[in-house]
């Protein structure tokens, strides 16, 4: 399936998931579609495993938690995320690292400072590796942050995709 992009998120420097300058991060790439669903774009490697060639189960959790979690932003503003207060993982297959990986996450409902959501990790030929389901409080940034990591450490990556495909070459 192509999903049309209209927005790329903001990434940071350190963060685990999307941190550009942590060696031991995924680099994710956060991109919304025109439906207002995130998805997330990463490569995991060999140091993010668990049982040979495969990848670890808390990176699988961590990948469908930031996903879903930054499903909020198309609906409030860049500077809003959703603070995990629940999360259910169903693995459904092994997942492998060397490859691009993508998530889906989107918002189920949303109660005000309160929203559950969805999402799916899928495999490169499009299968679905693991679902998600959660609660989220909505934060604003600055609760949970201060100015100098908004200033030089939360930014807009340059460049965005068109589309993204799942299961097909792009």
């Not at 030089?152 to 340059?158: A, I």
Request: net charge negative.
């Amino acid at each position: 399936m192509r999903y049309k992009i209209k927005d790329t998120q903001n990434i940071s420097s350190d963060c685990m998931v999307c941190g550009v300058n942590n060696p031991f991060g995924l680099k994710t790439r956060f991109h919304v579609t025109e439906q207002n669903e995130v998805i997330a774009v990463f490569t995991p490697q060999q140091h993010h495993q668990s049982y040979p060639q495969v990848l670890h189960g808390g990176i699988t959790a961590a990948i469908l938690d930031e996903t879903i979690g930054r499903a909020i932003v198309p609906l409030t503003d860049s500077m809003t995320f959703g603070v995990t207060l629940d999360l259910h993982v169903q693995y459904k297959k092994p997942i492998p690292y060397g490859v691009e990986l993508k998530a889906i996450g989107r918002i189920t409902a949303n109660n005000g400072r309160i929203f559950e959501g969805t999402g799916e990790l899928y495999l490169p030929d499009g299968s679905v590796a693991a679902t998600a389901s959660g609660k989220y409080m909505r934060r604003p940034l600055e609760k949970f942050t201060n100015v100098e990591f908004l200033d030089r450490h939360w930014f807009k990556p340059e460049e965005m995709p068109e589309t993204v495909s799942i299961g097909e070459q792009d």
